[in-house]
């Protein structure tokens, strides 16, 4: 497993931006596949995106698609989200997971998580 901090949450009004950063704490993301993960009080935690190792491939739920971005930076061991236009529906506590192994998207699938960061959309 690998350690990993979320950081970027906030609050932010609808039509707003925000990007999240997941960082590998004292240990290299190389090799991982990583994903995004939101949950709130009332719904289990659903899949939002998902990149390969490379960032060649990107994989996105139908409610965020052209509207979020996952991306990554090996070299600083770091994976975002870059979440646009944003709604109060995707207001939930966001999850960052990694996996060694092909791009997934069942939050079975990861081995290590972040603790989580809140972001709250206000209409």
């Known amino acids: 497993q690998v350690p990993l901090v979320e950081s970027g949450g906030g609050l932010v009004q609808a039509g707003g931006s925000l990007r999240l950063s997941c960082a590998a704490s004292?240990?290299?993301?190389?090799?991982?596949?990583a994903g995004w993960f939101r949950q709130t009080p009332e719904k289990e935690r659903e899949f939002v995106a998902a990149?390969?190792?490379?960032?060649?491939?990107?994989n996105y739920a139908d409610s965020v698609k052209g509207r979020f971005t996952i991306s990554r930076d090996n070299a600083k061991n770091t994976v975002y989200l870059q979440m646009n236009s944003l709604k109060p529906e995707d207001t939930a506590v966001y999850y960052c997971?990694?996996?060694?192994?092909?791009?997934?998207?069942?939050?079975?699938?990861?081995?290590?998580w972040g603790q989580g960061t809140q972001v709250t959309v206000s209409s």
């Open positions: 997971a990694a996996r060694l192994g092909p791009i997934a998207t069942m939050s079975s699938e990861f081995r290590s």
């Open positions: 004292g240990r290299t993301l190389s090799g991982y596949a």
């Open positions: 990149i390969n190792w490379s960032g060649a491939n990107t």
